[in-house]
């Protein structure tokens, strides 16, 4: 069964581009979550999705930032313009439902904006 | 609200020496408590987890933990470490019920030497 799928891995783009990062839930997963790792403030929860509806987007850090889930197996975090310490590890995760309890991650995509 | 508090940005061992790391969890609801461990360049895999029940759980990889209530800890252990144990630790912690977003610790990298 293939797990959390992101796309891309890596990726290196110049300040004030758009970016669009990716994200394949596990099959039969209603729950994904959004994440960013940075060294300075660790892993940081930053918008998180229940049947495809957003829930409770209060990590993230501002509109620049934007996060749809068009239908349960896609979702993208899209960062527009795009600034120097936007630079992290951009994780997804699913689990089965909301209420359960073991969130599943991605190997995530390692954003570096020049 | 819920936090966490890894004590111990790194911890060196040798080789077959016992691993303890250590985590304090702050909840207003009864937690449930997660370790996760991130290999470089990966994403986070479930180690094991608290819910309900037996307060010693078993994980993956030979890896334990023990819940005390009364000491607000879930720390981590393995009797011999092994060179493959090296990786970065989180501890996690969501409440039972509700959204039950998961807060993080901010890691604790694992060194192991021969």
């Known amino acids: 069964d293939a797990g959390v799928i992101q796309s891309p891995r890596h990726e290196v783009t110049e300040m004030g581009q758009e970016v669009t990062l990716r994200c394949k839930p596990i099959?039969?997963?209603?729950?994904l979550f959004w994440y960013r790792q940075t060294m300075m403030r660790g892993l940081e929860l930053l918008i998180y999705?229940?049947?495809?509806?957003?829930?409770?987007d209060s990590g993230m850090p501002e509109d620049r930032f934007s996060a749809k889930m068009p239908n349960a197996s896609f979702s993208t975090l899209k960062i527009q313009p795009s600034e120097p310490r936007d630079s992290a590890v951009y994780f997804c995760a699913s689990r089965v439902r909301e209420g359960t309890d073991t969130q599943y991650f991605g190997p995530g995509t390692r954003l570096t904006v020049l | 609200a819920q936090s966490v508090t890894q004590l111990g940005s790194h911890v060196s061992v040798s080789e077959g020496a016992l691993v303890l790391l250590r985590c304090n969890y702050s909840?207003?609801?009864?937690?449930?408590l997660f370790w996760y461990v991130q290999y470089p360049n990966q994403g986070l895999q479930l180690l094991l987890k608290?819910?309900?029940?037996?307060?010693l759980v078993k994980g993956i990889n030979g890896f334990e933990a023990e819940f005390k209530k009364s000491e607000t800890s879930f720390h981590l252990t393995k009797p011999s470490a092994h060179m493959s144990d090296a990786a970065e630790y989180f501890c996690a912690v969501s409440g039972a019920t509700g959204f039950q977003k998961l807060v993080f610790g901010t890691g604790t990298r694992l060194l192991v030497s021969p």
């Open positions: 099959s039969g997963h209603n729950s």
């Open positions: 999705f229940n049947n495809n509806v957003p829930i409770d």
């Open positions: 909840s207003s609801v009864p937690p449930y």
């Open positions: 608290y819910t309900t029940g037996a307060t």
